[in-house]
C-alpha cells in the first residue's frame, strides 16, 4: 500500500490567495483527519471525517477554513483568502474505525509545508 | 478533551545512553495511548501503542513503553540510544476516535 499521500508537499503562496490541500487516505480506511502543525501550538486536529461525512471540526480555526471529502478516496482542505499566520505543516492521516484495536492506528501523510507570504 | 503533558522540550544525550521521555494524560477512563516518532523533515510514524492487557509494551526500533494508570502516565524509554534516534517524539491519548497530542519532545542524539 503507497500509504497516505498528500499533495503538494510544498506551498509557497501570498497572502490572500486561495490555498487547496489534497489526501488520498488509505485504501479501505474511513475515517479521515487533517492536522495542522506548528511550533507554537504543537500538533492539532482542524477536522475529522468518518465514512465521508464530517464528524468534528470544531479544530477548523475560522470560516477560511473548508475542508471536503466527496468520496472515499479524496479530501481537500482549502484555506481562502490565506494568511501568513497560516503558515504551517498540515497533516492528513487516515484509520479504520470499527475495526476493533486496529482501527485505532492513525496512519499519517507526509504533510503539506505551506509558506504564506 | 484530554490534555497531554510531555515533560522535556528537548533532550540531548550520547549514543549508548538511555532514554526516557515522560507522559502524562489529564484523566482517566478508557483511553488509547500512543507514542508516534517524527524524524527530521518526515512524516509521524507509530513507535508503539497500548490498548489493554500487559502494562509494559515493546515498539519498534527497541522502544518500550509503560501505561501507570494510577498515574495516567506513559512513559517512552529506550535502554541505548543510537543517533539514528534523534527526531521529535510525540505522546497521544485516543478519546472517541480523537487522538490528542503533547507538545512533543526534540531528542538529539551525539554521536
Known amino acids: 500500500d503507497a500509504g497516505v499521500i498528500q499533495s503538494p508537499r510544498h506551498e509557497v503562496t501570498e497572502m490572500g490567495q486561495e490555498v487547496t490541500l489534497r489526501c488520498k487516505p488509505i485504501s479501505g480506511h474511513n475515517s479521515l483527519f487533517w492536522y495542522r502543525q506548528t511550533m507554537m501550538r504543537g500538533l492539532e486536529l482542524l477536522i475529522y471525517f468518518n465514512n465521508n461525512v464530517p464528524i468534528d471540526d470544531s479544530g477548523m480555526p475560522e470560516d477560511r477554513f473548508s475542508a471536503k471529502m466527496p468520496n472515499a478516496s479524496f479530501s481537500t482542505l482549502k484555506i481562502q483568502p490565506s494568511e501568513p499566520r497560516d503558515s504551517a505543516v498540515y497533516f492528513c492521516a487516515s484509520s479504520i474505525r470499527g475495526s476493533g484495536r486496529s482501527g485505532d492506528i492513525q496512519y499519517f501523510g507526509a504533510g503539506t509545508r505551506l509558506s504564506v507570504l | 478533551a484530554q490534555s497531554v503533558s510531555q515533560h522535556n522540550h528537548h533532550v540531548i544525550l550520547s549514543e549508548a545512553a538511555s532514554l526516557e521521555l515522560g507522559c502524562n494524560y489529564s484523566y482517566g477512563g478508557t483511553v488509547n495511548l500512543f507514542w508516534y516518532v517524527q524524524y527530521p523533515g518526515q512524516h509521524l510514524q507509530l513507535l508503539l501503542k497500548y490498548f489493554s492487557g500487559d502494562p509494559l509494551v515493546k515498539g519498534i526500533k527497541g522502544f518500550e513503553a509503560e501505561f501507570i494508570k494510577s498515574k495516567f502516565s506513559f512513559n517512552l524509554r529506550k535502554p541505548s540510544v543510537q543517533w539514528s534516534d534523534t527526531a521529535e517524539y510525540f505522546c497521544?491519548?485516543?478519546?472517541?476516535?480523537?487522538?490528542?497530542f503533547g507538545a512533543g519532545t526534540t531528542v538529539t542524539v551525539r554521536a
Open positions: 497521544a491519548v485516543k478519546e472517541f476516535n480523537k487522538l490528542s
